[in-house]
């Protein structure tokens, strides 16, 4: 099975399941969104650095519909957004933000920090997503914390998602860096 034409597919679907499974472990949830999770983004990423940047956005973005379920799950259209929102919160907080962890091979022929970089990269532009969702849809809450609000929109869209986002992207990294550096991972990802 090793230089069949199915291997990439075989290894996206475990991927994306592992994803899954993974992102079902939360450390802590928000309410609006967003949470830390287990590594949940780890599997992509390799991914992406084993086969590239095409492949791993096609596995990332079939993800990104795991995660819109999952969000759905959640109470996404409880939210009281309007529908146009809510397609704008479908697209940059789903679609958009999970499909990027595909990105994340950019700089696979870089060597081992190269990877790295390519994951800290993809994964600060899914956290300019939720950004700029914070920004453009979810402006009006301005409720962060019990005794904290702002009625600046940047700040409140950077402290919310940072919240989460800033240690989901620590974790990750640090999973990509301790795996990477595993010499039979070394083999397995440079192997065509």
């Given at each position: 099975?090793?230089?069949?034409?199915?291997?990439?597919?075989?290894?996206?679907?475990?991927?994306?399941?592992?994803?899954?499974?993974?992102?079902?472990?939360?450390?802590?949830?928000?309410?609006?969104?967003?949470?830390?999770?287990?590594?949940?983004?780890?599997?992509?990423?390799?991914?992406?650095?084993?086969?590239?940047?095409?492949?791993?956005?096609?596995?990332?973005?079939?993800?990104?519909?795991?995660?819109?379920?999952?969000?759905?799950?959640?109470?996404?259209?409880?939210?009281g957004?309007?529908?146009?929102m809510?397609?704008?919160?479908?697209?940059?907080?789903?679609?958009?933000?999970?499909?990027?962890?595909?990105?994340s091979?950019?700089f696979?022929?870089?060597?081992?920090?190269?990877?790295?970089?390519?994951?800290?990269?993809?994964?600060?532009?899914?956290?300019?997503?939720?950004?700029v969702?914070?920004?453009?849809?979810?402006?009006?809450?301005?409720?962060?914390?019990?005794?904290?609000?702002?009625?600046?929109?940047?700040?409140?869209?950077?402290?919310?998602?940072?919240?989460?986002?800033?240690?989901?992207?620590?974790?990750?990294?640090?999973?990509?860096?301790?795996?990477?550096?595993?010499?039979?991972?070394?083999?397995?990802?440079?192997?065509?």
């Amino acid at each position: 099975m090793k230089n069949s034409k199915l291997l990439p597919y075989v290894e996206g679907a475990i991927v994306i399941a592992m994803g899954a499974v993974l992102s079902m472990i939360t450390i802590f949830k928000l309410p609006w969104g967003g949470s830390v999770t287990l590594l949940s983004m780890l599997p992509i990423v390799v991914y992406s650095n084993r086969y590239g940047i095409k492949q791993g956005l096609v596995v990332a973005f079939v993800f990104s519909l795991f995660q819109l379920f999952q969000g759905i799950g959640d109470g996404l259209f409880a939210w009281g957004l309007t529908p146009t929102m809510l397609i704008a919160c479908i697209l940059l907080d789903y679609i958009l933000a999970y499909t990027v962890i595909g990105l994340s091979g950019m700089f696979c022929q870089k060597g081992e920090w190269g990877r790295i970089c390519g994951a800290i990269a993809a994964l600060l532009i899914r956290f300019a997503c939720h950004f700029v969702s914070g920004v453009v849809i979810f402006h009006s809450v301005g409720t962060l914390w019990d005794g904290f609000s702002t009625d600046n929109t940047l700040l409140y869209s950077l402290l919310y998602n940072g919240s989460y986002m800033l240690p989901e992207i620590a974790f990750t990294c640090i999973g990509a860096f301790v795996f990477f550096k595993a010499p039979a991972v070394k083999k397995i990802i440079t192997a065509k």
